[in-house]
């Protein structure tokens, strides 16, 4: 999925996420939003729910820090995908917000939620976390495989991560289920 990112690339995303920040600033100047009316992303994009643009913003910037991190610290190719595929939504999902505004466009936007679409929204981010939690685990037990010395440590490091790839396979499912019912809630609107 991603070939290779340097900090050529870290830079310049760096510099397009300061340019969005800036127009969110912006528009945060112009628009108001309330607790039950807020701005239609898919749920899983951001970790919780902003009443400003620049609060989305503020997550992905938090997206991207953890993306140079993970980069720098050259860690499994799973998870840097991962974070690279979280940033790119993020960003393409708020670009695209800030440019319909921009076209006078901001009608379609907004989305009201109900109780139970909260509820559930707070589960599948807590879903989404958890996720993470277990990729960064699989990654680090993938590591102490590739670096143990003797056998039996590599058969103990193996077989932790055949138990958190099944884990993360669970959660997955889980996490696939609430989604579906969050779009069920969304189409009975």
């Known amino acids: 999925m991603v070939q290779s990112v340097d900090l050529k690339h870290l830079s310049a995303l760096s510099e397009q996420l300061a340019t969005l920040s800036l127009r969110c600033r912006e528009w945060d100047n112009k628009i108001t939003l309330s607790e039950n ?3 239609r992303f898919e749920v899983h994009l951001f ?5 400003t643009l620049s609060g989305y913003c503020q997550q992905i ?11 720098t610290k050259e860690m499994g190719n799973t998870i840097i995908n991962y974070e690279c595929e979280k940033f790119i939504n993020q960003f393409s999902a708020l670009l695209n917000i800030v440019n319909q505004l921009d076209a006078g466009k901001a009608e379609g936007l907004y989305k009201r939620y109900s109780t139970q679409q909260e509820k559930v929204y707070q ?3 807590r879903q989404y976390q958890y996720e993470k939690r277990l990729l960064a685990m699989i ?4 590591s102490l495989y590739q670096q143990a010395n003797t056998a039996n440590n590599k058969e103990i490091h193996k077989s932790r991560v055949s138990a ?3 884990r993360y396979q669970k ?3 889980f996490t696939q289920a609430l989604e ?8 009975d609107e």
């Open 37 to 39: 009316k807020s701005f």
């Open 164 to 166: 958190l790839k099944e």
């Open 47 to 51: 970790n919780t729910s902003s009443l």
């Open 139 to 142: 990654n680090e037990e993938n």
């Open 61 to 71: 910037q938090t997206t991207f820090e953890h993306l140079k991190h993970v980069i």
């Open 123 to 125: 589960q599948l981010q």
């Open 171 to 173: 959660c997955n499912e």
């Open 180 to 187: 579906f019912k969050m779009e069920a809630l969304d189409n």
